[in-house]
């Protein structure tokens, strides 16, 4: 009954739209796809006179005519929609591109990765080590030779000299909820 009450409300393109839907086997939609359609619909039908009015006028001709929307739907179809080419020339264009060898595969099975240092795999830190000094302020041939800041490059290798060296580092002591 509310169906019958909605089909007498509704205009006269909605209902065509709707008929249209049904007729392509569309039976299941929300409401508000009527009125996209429509929207599509007269937004289409203003641009397609639009061009007619234009060709008209260059034309010379007061009124539009069946030529003009021909015309225009024309343009339309040919700038709006694009017709792939021939498979004549496709083929063509795909024997053209075959005749090229894909390149040789220079790894082994696998997926191949890039180096190391290109990767997020690597590490992408580093630890400052401290120097344990003594309690006396003795000068020693190391400490002469060590550098105030060194670079990261020099961290490195001040790291892989003695490969043993402990980090540690200080944990917060945690209070028991009571």
């Given at each position: 009954m509310a169906d019958k009450d909605e089909e007498l409300t509704m205009p006269r393109d909605a209902?065509?739209?709707?008929?249209?839907?049904?007729?392509?086997?569309?039976?299941?939609?929300?409401?508000?796809?009527?009125?996209?359609?429509?929207?599509?619909?007269?937004?289409y039908i203003v641009d397609v006179l639009t061009d007619a009015q234009v060709y008209s006028e260059h034309a010379g001709k007061s009124e539009i005519d069946c030529d003009d929307v021909k015309l225009a739907i024309q343009s339309k179809l040919n700038f709006s929609f694009s017709q792939p080419p021939p498979r004549e020339v496709l083929l063509e264009l795909a024997q053209n591109r075959n005749k090229i060898p894909l390149p040789k595969s220079i790894a082994g099975p696998g997926i191949p990765l890039p180096p190391v240092p290109d990767t997020?795999?690597?590490?992408?830190?580093?630890?400052?080590?401290?120097?344990?000094?003594?309690?006396?302020?003795?000068e020693t041939e190391d400490e002469e030779a060590t550098i105030p800041n060194p670079s990261p490059e020099?961290?490195?290798?001040?790291?892989?000299?003695?490969?043993?060296?402990?980090?540690?580092f200080p944990l917060p002591k945690c209070q028991k909820d009571k």
């Open positions: 209902k065509i739209v709707k008929f249209l839907l049904k007729s392509m086997g569309v039976e299941d939609y929300e409401p508000p796809v009527i009125h996209k359609f429509l929207e599509l619909w007269y937004r997020l795999i690597g590490p992408n830190y580093m630890f400052g080590i401290p120097s344990q000094r003594s309690a006396e302020p003795e020099e961290k490195i290798d001040m790291q892989q000299q003695d490969p043993h060296q402990r980090v540690s």
